[in-house]
């Protein structure tokens, strides 16, 4: 993959679940906080930003949308692009609140404890119905530590210097 600018790095807004119908619809996931946002970012990009999607959205449907996506007719066409994750540049989303961040900016972060002891880097940030959690390898290796990402346990996020200053639970991170 080509190193890209911040601006120019893609972050992952939807994916395509199959074929929806026989003329060629597919059912659409989006990952949007306003899920029909995903519309106005069309044209979307693969995961290697080397083929575009431009897409419409013709209806909701359960746990999505049904979309038409330009050159796509049959359904064979359509369920051909099954798991096909759908990406917008960087620059073409929303300025978010000083609290609220992009998952996609987090992934990478060093995570450092109260008094400066790194905890490892950030590699996901699931959610499991709860409330999102940073996953982080440790540095020596090892389980990962899951944190949840709240003010209380993650007071601090600094995208620009790459780092997050976490006060973890009692028990959560093993010494040593």
Do not use: W
Not at 37 to 45: N, V
Not at 53 to 67: D, E, Q, V, W
Not at 117 to 132: Q, S, Y
């Amino acid at each position: 993959m080509v190193d890209r600018s911040d601006e120019e790095r893609l972050i992952c807004v939807g994916a395509i679940a199959g074929a929806y119908g026989v003329r060629g619809e597919v059912r659409l996931k989006s990952f949007c906080a306003t899920p029909e946002d995903i519309a106005h970012y069309s044209p979307l990009l693969d995961e290697t930003g080397q083929r575009e999607f431009r897409l419409k959205i013709t209806r909701p449907i359960k746990n999505g949308f049904a979309a038409r996506i330009e050159g796509i007719r049959t359904k064979e066409e359509a369920d051909a692009l099954r798991g096909t994750s759908l990406h917008a540049p960087r620059a073409a989303l929303p300025s978010l609140p000083d609290d609220e961040f992009y998952h996609a900016d987090l992934i990478g972060l060093e995570v450092f404890d109260t008094g400066g002891r790194p905890l490892g880097r950030i590699i996901a940030v699931p959610n499991h119905g709860a409330g999102d959690l940073l996953e982080i390898r440790p540095p020596a290796g090892g389980d990962t530590i899951l944190l949840p990402f709240t003010r209380a346990v993650v007071p601090t996020v600094d995208l620009a210097a790459g780092r997050v200053i976490a006060d973890p639970p009692e028990g959560i991170v093993k010494d040593g």
